[in-house]
C-alpha cells in the first residue's frame, strides 16, 4: 500500500533547527498537495502546514514564524524546516495528504529537550 516515509527527526535543544523529510512516490508527489501534522503525547493530531503541486503554502498561524515547507521536485520530496525549536513543538511528526487520504506512516520523533 503507498504511503508515505518521513524521516530527519531527533533530540535537539531548544533554539535549534531541524529540517524534516517527506518522501513520496512520484505519481503522489506530482499530483497531491501534501500536508505536515504532528501529534504531542497525549494530544490529538495537529496540522502544521501545507504545500501544492503549484508550490503554494500555508503554515498554521501560531507556527508561521519558524515553520518552513517546501518541496523538491527532483527528489519527490517535502521538507518542513523548523527553527527555534522549543519543547512544546515535541512530537512525532507526519505527512499525508491534503486530505489525509493514505495510510498514516511511522513518522518522525522530535524532541525538545536541554
Known amino acids: 500500500q503507498v504511503q508515505l516515509v518521513e524521516s530527519g527527526g531527533g533530540l535537539v535543544q531548544p533554539g535549534g533547527s531541524l529540517r524534516l523529510s517527506c518522501a513520496a512516490p512520484g505519481d503522489v508527489f506530482s499530483r497531491n498537495t501534501i500536508s505536515w501534522y504532528r501529534q504531542a503525547p497525549g494530544k490529538q493530531r495537529e496540522w502544521v502546514a501545507l504545500i501544492g503541486t503549484s508550490g503554494l503554502t500555508n503554515v498554521a498561524s501560531s507556527m508561521r514564524a519558524r515553520f518552513t515547507i517546501s518541496r523538491d521536485e527532483a527528489r519527490n520530496t517535502v521538507y518542513l524546516q523548523i527553527n527555534g525549536l522549543r519543547p512544546e513543538d515535541t512530537a512525532a511528526y507526519y505527512c499525508?495528504?491534503?486530505?489525509?487520504?493514505?495510510?498514516w506512516g511511522q513518522g518522525t520523533q522530535v524532541t525538545v529537550s536541554s
Open positions: 499525508n495528504t491534503e486530505p489525509a487520504s493514505l495510510p
